[in-house]
């Protein structure tokens, strides 16, 4: 069992940036690789970015290129999502999740853990 606590969300203005940390406990964290989801209200959730076990690999929605980068720390069960250049359309509660797979999926019924989410608002 892998337990997942979100924060740093908040509101914030258009263009303005946030890092979110998602800090874990439970099973050893590097043994998941991790990822960053998103749900906005009345759509479905979606795939922002993942990172692998060692933080050698990462994958980015189209959105998020160039905008957002996803992090981990291995020492500190710790991974993070730096989102910059944000846009009322980021509006959403963001989740983080892990993995026991050894490729990064985007699909979040691969993912076997989560969070419960952190609140971002962006105000335009």
């Known amino acids: 069992q892998v337990q997942l606590v979100e924060s740093g969300g908040g509101l914030v203005q258009a263009g303005g940036s946030l890092r979110l940390s998602c800090a874990a406990s439970?099973?050893?964290?590097?043994?998941?690789?991790m990822g960053w989801f998103r749900q906005a209200p009345g759509k479905e959730r979606e795939f922002v970015a993942a990172?692998?076990?060692?933080?050698?690999?990462?994958i980015y929605a189209d959105f998020a290129k160039g905008r957002f980068t996803i992090s981990r720390d291995n020492a500190k069960n710790t991974v993070y999502l730096q989102m910059n250049s944000l846009k009322p359309e980021d509006t959403a509660v963001y989740y983080c999740?892990?993995?026991?797979?050894?490729?990064?999926?985007?699909?979040?019924?691969?993912?076997?853990?989560w969070g419960q989410g952190t609140q971002v608002t962006v105000s335009s």
């Open positions: 990172i692998s076990r060692n933080g050698g690999e990462t």
């Open positions: 999740a892990a993995s026991r797979g050894v490729v990064l999926y985007t699909a979040s019924r691969l993912y076997d853990y």
């Open positions: 439970g099973r050893t964290f590097s043994n998941y690789a």
